[in-house]
């Protein structure tokens, strides 16, 4: 069956990068309203030269929600579970967004600007009028607005190098999870030592997206000799590097403690936020399920649309699977998949129901050991 073509028009929003990003790819998807490739070559060859160089993405798919005023901490602090107080001006903080219940919202990225200033750096779920509905509701004195930002990744073991040649080797200094204000191309931007892979790398946020295509073509030229090429988000490497992806590994439904996002937070910072008696509440009872990392058997396995189940050895369902990938490196299928909690050590064997039959499985480490 060939895939489907995506009918672009003006219901979704234009990426400044498209007139680049979108030439040579071979599929794509539809993520915050706007079209984000998802292959160029192979899913195998973007992954293998994503780990052997350095690649430009187009990822203004994520969009940023700007939180400004004078109770713009306060007001990101009500969102999330992570004390955002401890946040740094030039800092970014990983944050999952939770709603009444406890359930994810949103994980996004949240860099702190200045002391009345955020954006909130999003995966693929509606947050603008979310979080504009909250701060009115609450009274929150704050202005929250779509900022038109647009992010562009560098990513791979090659990306320091590329980023050297544009701004020099000053930018090699800058640590995980930190940004800059600079100019590139002859417009401003906001650069953070971020990305959603394992790789390194970088992301840069363009503030005026009329300059898109001269930022694009600006990083292409000097990454001519180190080859890099146009790439995108690569499902094989960001399940290996234990990237999970909203929407697919987590929902509203699920919770940060069942989906592991707890290390990123400790319960009972002192500020208020919603969900906060349902998360107490789910930890003081102990969660039913938890995220765990998966080695599939068999042929290499296809990631699912929506989920495989997983069967214990009676044959009952207990658990699911939500992405799943033939790595070509450990050679072997990698994925993820939520388990009852008392049957989520290591080496716990389980069944995965897949279309093509039923695989054997097994709970890794996270090194994929099992």
């Known amino acids: 069956m060939n895939a489907p073509v995506i009918s672009l028009s003006r219901r979704l929003r234009a990426s400044p990068f498209e007139a680049r990003s979108m030439q040579g790819i071979t599929s794509a998807s539809v993520y915050n309203h706007l079209v984000l490739p998802t292959c160029y070559e192979s899913l195998e060859a973007d992954y293998w030269h994503l780990c052997e160089h350095v690649q430009v993405w187009d990822v203004a798919c994520q ?42 919202v949103n994980d996004p990225l949240i860099l702190r600007l200045a002391a009345d200033r955020f954006w909130l750096s999003l995966s693929d779920s509606d947050v603008l009028l ?28 090659k990306a320091d190098e590329l980023l050297g040649r544009v701004l020099g080797d000053s930018i090699r200094d800058l640590t995980f999870f930190r940004f800059i204000e600079t100019v590139i191309a002859d417009t401003p931007v906001v650069v953070a030592r ?3 892979s394992g790789q390194g790398g970088y992301e840069i946020y363009l503030q005026e997206p009329a300059a898109g295509i001269r930022l694009w073509d600006t990083l292409m030229a000097a990454g001519q000799a180190l080859q ?60 039913r399920d ?55 050590e290591q080496g716990a064997a389980v069944s995965v129901i897949t279309p093509e039959g039923v695989r054997e499985a097994w709970v890794a480490d996270q090194h994929w050991s099992v």
Not at 65 to 94: K, M
């Open 63 to 104: 969009i940023q929600v700007e939180v400004l005023g004078p109770d713009a901490q306060a007001f990101v602090d009500y969102l999330t579970p992570r004390d955002v107080s401890q946040c740094a001006i030039g800092q970014c903080i990983y944050a999952p967004l939770t709603d009444e219940t406890g359930g994810i």
């Open 130 to 157: 979310w979080a504009k509905g909250l701060a009115l509701g609450k009274g929150f004195d704050v202005r929250i607005f779509d900022p038109n930002v647009f992010p562009l990744a560098v990513q791979g073991p």
């Open 194 to 196: 971020t990305g959603w």
């Open 228 to 287: 890099v090429r146009p790439g995108c988000p690569n499902l094989i490497e960001r399940v290996e590097s234990g990237l999970l992806s909203y929407g697919n590994d987590m929902t509203s439904a699920n919770n940060p403690l069942e989906a592991g996002l707890d290390r990123f937070f400790t319960l009972g910072k002192s500020a208020d936020y919603l969900g906060r008696g349902a998360l107490e509440a789910i930890a003081a009872e102990g969660i």
């Open 290 to 344: 938890r995220l765990v990392r998966l080695v599939i058997g068999g042929e290499p396995v296809i990631n699912p649309r929506t989920v495989y189940a997983i069967q214990n050895a009676r044959g009952e369902d207990i658990g699911m699977v939500t992405s799943a990938v033939c790595s070509p490196r450990l050679e072997q299928n990698i994925g993820f998949g939520y388990l009852p909690s008392d049957n989520c």
